[in-house]
């Protein structure tokens, strides 16, 4: 087993008036040439958006773009004639294949949203651009794991182009998960959210992360109640 830990405070920062985020890995204007991403995972960004601002026009190529709100709602318009308000509970899914532009704004005038982008590296480039969303309701089903994305096949999620699976769940004071890989040779990247949770006898609080390699299996305890992300990544491009 080969882990890397990824203290909260060792993330990137961006304060941009309206735009308040921490950078998991290299984006904008923080550069970290150790931080260029787990796998074909490539950015974890935790955005706080300001009422009634948001990201104007802007376009995207070749990557897998997903959404996951946790307060507030996202008011989504692109190019391809999608438009939908995204409530905190959803996940949106956006493939860029051969270019997509979109604006991603808070509607709101008095709740901040929160949310967190996330960006994989597809498997095979210039695709036609799709879109899809799903609501799953974040706390329906404590002390397990809800798969939100996979690869296409899988039934009740949302899928990417790629062989990555990610997933997100609420975990009460001494639960234990044992998670067991889908891809071979994929690596693992667990976010805590919030909580605690100990990974590899090595103890993660809200907003660590952890990427793990090396393994088929993996034990989480959590020592109070906590919220969590969980990544499996391909090491490399398929």
Same mark, same amino acid.
């Given at each position: 087993?080969?882990?890397?830990v990824?203290?909260?405070?060792?993330?990137?920062?961006g304060?941009?008036?309206w735009l308040?985020?921490?950078?998991?890995?290299?984006?904008?204007?923080w550069?970290?040439p150790?931080?260029? !991403? %787990?796998g074909?995972?490539?950015?974890?960004?935790?955005?706080? &958006?300001? *009422?009634?601002?948001?990201? /104007?026009?802007? #376009?995207?190529?070749?990557?897998?773009?997903?959404?996951?709100?946790?307060?507030?709602?996202?008011s989504h318009?692109?190019?391809?004639?999608?438009?939908?308000?995204?409530?905190?509970?959803?996940?949106?899914?956006?493939?860029?294949?051969?270019?997509v532009?979109?604006?991603?704004?808070?509607?709101?005038l008095d709740?901040?949203?929160?949310?967190?982008q996330?960006?994989?590296?597809?498997r095979?480039?210039?695709?036609?651009?799709?879109?899809?969303q799903k609501?799953? !309701? %974040?706390?329906?089903?404590?002390?397990?794991?809800t798969?939100? &994305?996979? *690869?296409?096949g899988?039934? /009740?999620v949302? #899928?990417i182009?790629?062989?990555?699976y990610v997933?997100m769940?609420?975990?009460e004071?001494?639960?234990v998960?044992?998670?067991?890989?889908?891809?071979?040779?994929?690596?693992?990247?667990?976010?805590?959210?919030?909580?605690?949770?100990v990974v590899?006898?090595?103890k993660?609080?809200?907003?660590?992360?952890?990427?793990i390699q090396?393994?088929?299996?993996l034990?989480?305890?959590?020592?109070?109640?906590?919220?969590?992300?969980?990544?499996?990544?391909?090491?490399?491009?398929?």
């Open positions: 087993m080969q882990t890397i990824h203290r909260s405070y060792e993330r990137g920062k304060e941009y008036g308040h985020t921490r950078y998991s890995f290299s984006f904008a204007d550069y970290e150790t931080r260029m !991403g %787990f074909v995972l490539r950015v974890l960004n935790d955005d706080v &958006i300001d *009422p009634g601002y948001g990201f /104007d026009a802007h #376009s995207h190529q070749n990557m897998e773009i997903i959404t996951i709100v946790t307060r507030g709602a996202v318009r692109d190019s391809m004639g999608n438009e939908y308000m995204v409530p905190a509970g959803d996940v949106q899914v956006m493939s860029a294949g051969i270019g532009t979109h604006t991603e704004h808070n509607r709101s709740t901040p949203l929160h949310l967190f996330i960006w994989i590296e597809p095979t480039p210039n695709l036609q651009p799709r879109y899809a609501a799953f !309701g %974040f706390e329906t089903i404590p002390n397990t794991l798969l939100l &994305i996979a *690869p296409a899988h039934k /009740d949302l #899928s182009n790629q062989d990555a997933s769940g609420t975990f004071a001494e639960a998960y044992e998670y067991t890989l889908h891809q071979p040779g994929s690596g693992v990247y667990v976010f805590v959210i919030e909580g605690q949770v590899a006898h090595e993660l609080d809200a907003r660590d992360a952890m990427g090396e393994v088929n299996n034990s989480l305890s959590f020592t109070q109640r906590s919220q969590i992300l969980l990544f499996e990544i391909p090491l490399r491009k398929a």
